[in-house]
């Protein structure tokens, strides 16, 4: 099966007043399309910052990059490291996306749900104004918000923590991407939410979608039963196939 994605001795490193530090360093991962891979490691190993290099979010003012992240869009490979801002910006949403670690800070408390997912939609889609409406009800719906129609029509703080963290599955989902970042997509849930939150994204994975979700959750990891990648010191000290496919939490 073709890869989906390469990254390739990816070094990242920021500036400080004592020097530079290494967030990531000479990191390399590949992921075949349809799999589900969780990256584990402990805080300050490397996982959000390699998952933000994937998204090409890094501000390059302020960060170093070097190595390469190849992304498949179609026939086409893309380098986000040496690629332009515009190819980038082209491919986040529409073939990669990330779910952040706290929904309550990246939806915007002053504008409406259906908004908010309707404007994902648009960036790639632009100009169609009643698809991305219609496109915000399907995709409540698939993430298992009740009266999908109804609750476009609210705001973020009208909704549990389970189901903001949903909003922002459907946001990801939007454009149908084919790989689907999840940064500790459960780390601010109960553990009901949580089995609730790690079936759905096991349901999107199952349908198509690779998965790449970053936690430091042992629980989860030891219930997804897939391919674990474990980070330290910014690079991969452990790379295991668990065998059996499915989550079973």
């Known amino acids: 099966m073709a890869n989906i994605l390469d990254i390739e001795n990816l070094r990242v490193t920021f500036p400080t007043d004592d020097g530079e530090v290494h967030a990531v360093d000479n990191l390399s991962l590949s992921l ?12 300050g190993s490397g996982k ?3 998952s933000l290099s994937v998204m090409g979010l890094h501000n390059p003012n302020s960060t170093s990059l070097s190595g390469h992240i190849k992304v498949r869009d ?3 490979i893309v380098d986000v490291v040496s690629a332009s801002r515009e190819e980038v ?3 986040r949403g529409r073939v990669v996306s990330m779910i952040f670690q706290d929904p309550m ?4 408390p002053y504008y409406k749900i259906g908004n908010q997912l309707g404007e994902a939609y648009l960036v790639h889609n632009k ?3 009643a698809e991305a ?4 009800v399907e995709m409540l719906d698939l993430v298992g918000i009740p009266e999908p129609a109804k609750r476009a029509g609210e705001f973020p703080h009208q909704f549990s923590g389970g189901m903001r963290q949903r909003v922002m599955i459907a946001m990801a989902l939007m454009n149908t991407p084919k790989i689907l970042i999840a ?3 459960t780390g601010n849930l109960d553990p009901a939410n949580s089995v609730g939150i790690m079936k759905l994204l096991d349901r999107i994975n199952r349908e198509g979608t690779t998965v790449l979700m970053a936690t430091h959750d042992s629980t989860i990891v030891d219930q997804m039963r897939k391919r674990v990648i474990e980070l330290e010191g910014g690079h991969v000290i452990r790379d295991q196939v668990r065998g059996v496919y499915g989550y079973s939490g």
């Open 133 to 136: 409406k219609k496109r915000v």
């Open 127 to 129: 100009g169609k104004k």
């Open 48 to 50: 959000t910052v390699t």
């Open 183 to 185: 940064d500790e997509p």
């Open 89 to 91: 910006r082209s491919l």
């Open 105 to 108: 800070s990246s939806l915007h």
């Open 74 to 76: 179609g026939e086409k």
């Open 32 to 43: 075949s399309a349809g799999e589900t891979v969780a990256i584990v490691g402990e805080s």
